[in-house]
């Protein structure tokens, strides 16, 4: 059995990979309307940074407007937005939720705010280039197109080796996010970078039966818009710099808070591909944790083991190679080595505790 999973993952994997993903190509010069959408809940150590790079951006800025949505933020985030807007060179809406709270209701709020077809969402804790704008939105003039899955980074400006780790750990989730989407079968997203038309938002039905999901603001949008309109006109831009970064994790407990959260939703997905496709990848990890636990009870040799735990590092360090130098960073032997070690206990106790554990997010039971 751990033979026939293995070898459905390696099948996986060279489906994958086959075929290597290209940068996007431009198709013209030419600028949309923009709204960038984004929400925000408690973080006045970011959103200066955030504005200042926002005003960088090498973006007409009759084309651009700003919707800021406050999520109901206990510290001085709204105050400090408020004081800096009037500087900024395009249009800003500086907006605060009412009854509804969490991520999903800003970003419908921020939505029927915009008055332009292109919408770009981010969080508030990102980073991003001078050209950010024009990378995720030029791609809207293919017609068909509806949906952009932009790459996000995980960076820390002096690395621990656990956020070295988690910059890693990231750049793999990054290579199935673009793979799969290259391949028409897109599984992941994420809310970090994202972009749609604004009209097919609300075409989608975007969060409908996820809204008491607080997270999965982005992989719940790309189902619906799979529901809605299929695979065809979703496209992952290829483009560094179309990149966002985002810090790493710095403590244990926040990390595993943060992945609890992300694993609980799992339990509401009905798109087939991401159902498929992870469980795949689960019983891979699975597999190697049967294998360690059966050379312990003497089920299997210790050469067996090795084996498995090789078979499966080997796919994932090829994966990740064929990622762009500027989203995966270097040393990829060494931390996807140390990461298969940890990672099948780490992701199958995630699941496990998923299931028992709401933990708080930002104040907040998940």
Known sequence: ??????????????????????????????????????????????????LTLLARQKYASENLELILVNDHSTDKGFTL????????????????????????????????????????????????????????????????VQMALGPVMLHSKKPTWFQKLQTFEFASIMAVTMYTADKKRPILSNGANIAFRRELFFASANYEGNEDVASGDDIFLLHAFKRKFGNEGIRFVANEEALVQTEAISDFRSFFKQRIRWAAKSKKYKDYDTIKFGLVISLANVAVLVAFVGFLLQYNSFSFFVGVFCFKWILDLILVQQVPHWLRGNSIVKWSFILSIFYPVYSVGIALLSLFLSPQWKGRKT
């Open 1 to 50: 059995m751990i033979g026939f999973i293995l070898l459905v993952y390696a099948v996986f994997i060279v489906w994958m990979i086959l075929g290597k993903v290209k940068p996007t190509n431009k198709l013209s010069e030419k600028m949309h309307s923009v709204s960038i959408v984004i929400p925000y809940r408690n973080e006045e150590n970011n959103v200066m940074q955030l």
């Open 81 to 144: 937005i408020d004081s800096e807007i009037d500087k900024l060179p395009f249009k800003v809406h500086h907006l605060s939720l009412g009854i509804e709270y969490g991520k999903k209701a800003a970003i419908k709020v921020g939505v029927e705010t915009a008055k332009n077809d292109v919408i770009i969402c981010t969080d508030a804790d990102c980073a991003m280039g001078e050209n950010w704008i024009f990378e995720m939105q030029f791609v809207f003039e293919g017609e068909k």
